[in-house]
């Protein structure tokens, strides 16, 4: 029985994070991934109609292991302010573990994501779409009084860049930086609440 294609592409995918984590972006080919899967490039092209478009689905596929659980968080039952501060913490983690686990294949993605600019604003819409959903149930069951979520899920996820920012996460090492993230979060859902927002 051959492949389907959502099967080749996967493992396509899956090469090149392998050939990406062990030579780099700069040194990594459309014909490196085909070499790796022991097909021809010409198969790789079906899939991705160029090496842009293989990086830039290697990076949407790489944000995916972030936003997917926050999503999870995001559409929970938890009370809005706890659920907003759950997934804070959880976003700020996700990055963080990224940094500490594997330095080298972070540095990588990030200079993917740097050229990856679809990817990226997908990326940061749908974060703030979930930060939205959490402040609109917060406004629906009184805890939060702000007139628009989308606003709000803006300058939430300003005031706690410093903590999910990769540049920022990157500069920090990859430490533990809950117990500083706590009073900032705390701060925003205090905004929320009074409605300064």
């Known amino acids: 029985m051959s492949e389907s294609p959502p099967d080749t592409r ?17 040194k990594t080919t459309v014909v490196d991934v085909a070499r790796h899967l022991g097909m021809s490039h010409g198969n790789v092209y079906r899939h991705f109609p160029s090496k842009a ?5 290697v990076a949407e596929r790489w944000l995916a292991t972030v936003s ?14 706890r659920r907003l501060e759950t997934w804070l913490l959880a976003l700020a ?18 200079v993917l994501a740097a050229d990856a600019a679809t990817a990226i604003s997908t990326h ?9 959903r959490i402040v609109a149930d917060g406004i629906a069951d ?47 859902v205090a905004g929320l609440k009074a409605g300064v927002i």
């Open 93 to 110: 983690e996700a990055k963080r573990r990224k940094v500490h686990d594997d330095p080298e294949l972070f540095a990588t993605y990030h």
């Open 124 to 132: 940061v819409d749908e974060l703030r779409g979930q930060v939205a």
């Open 68 to 81: 997917r659980p926050l999503a999870r968080i995001a559409a929970s039952g938890e009370p809005a302010e």
């Open 53 to 57: 478009a293989l990086r830039e689905a």
């Open 10 to 26: 996967d493992r396509i995918l899956q090469a090149a994070e392998e050939v990406l984590r062990r030579f780099g972006p700069a």
């Open 142 to 188: 009184g805890s939060f009084n702000v007139a628009d979520p989308a606003a709000a899920a803006v300058a939430v996820l300003t005031a706690t860049l410093d903590f999910h920012h990769p540049v920022h996460v990157r500069a920090a090492g990859g430490r533990n930086r809950e117990a500083e993230a706590r009073p900032v979060i705390r701060l925003v």
